[in-house]
């Protein structure tokens, strides 16, 4: 297994800018989630932390589900400790469809209905995750789609701040609108004999066999790795992204894959 050079360093000053700050271009940005499930709900609700990946762990994001939530919602937070919706740590959460085969990642703007007059407040939609069942259901590898905003000249990504829910990633994609949006998919992993299962090259950054492993690649260039995730321990996980995603984009993606439906271990 080869190894990779260690992640560069990386200066977080302001934390809220930088989880939503794409990845600078040429610097993959190394990540651990781990799964804390203590707590009073036996682990149905645990809180996932997000740290960067080096010598000082420097604590990035968290993560929860919210109970009594008709579909899978998760809050995430600039804050380990806080994890409330009203709190002034609550940077953006991740929302499924009722099947929870979709799902869609917004920032901390408010509801369309509360718009001011140039809806600058309202929410931004950062990315939106398809899980496609496979003939085994969700046994076999998965399928995901991972759509985001486009970015400009300014490798800045665009606002997309949808007025309504026809306007959001996931219905522009499915309509084939994909002005400023940028589609990418799970490279699909190979089977192998030896060990009669599929399996990716990670490069040695995910040490254990989990349906949860996957590498977000765009279809030019399968060979970029836009986002890696995989399992390193039972509740320890690499999680690693580039340019155009951001801390918060790649986080959310990797809740989406902790979901109910999809967990099968």
Known sequence: KEERPPSPIIEVDNLEEFVLRPAPQGVTVKCRVTRDKKGMDRGLYPTYYLHLDNDKKVFLLAGRKRKKSKTSNYLISIDPTDLSRGGENFIGKLRSNLMGTKFTVFDNGVNPDRANTDWSNVRQELSAVVYETNVLGFKGPRKMTVIIPGMNAENERVPIRPRNDNDGLLMRWQNKNMDNVIELHNKAPVWNDET????????????HASVKNFQIVHGSDPDYIVMQFGRVADD???MDYNYPLCAVQAFAI?????????ACE
Do not use: E, I, P
């Open 196 to 207: 009669q299962s599929y399996v990716l090259n990670f490069h040695g950054r995910v040490t």
């Open 236 to 238: 320890a996980f690499t």
């Open 254 to 262: 990797a809740l989406s894959s902790f979901d109910g439906k999809l």
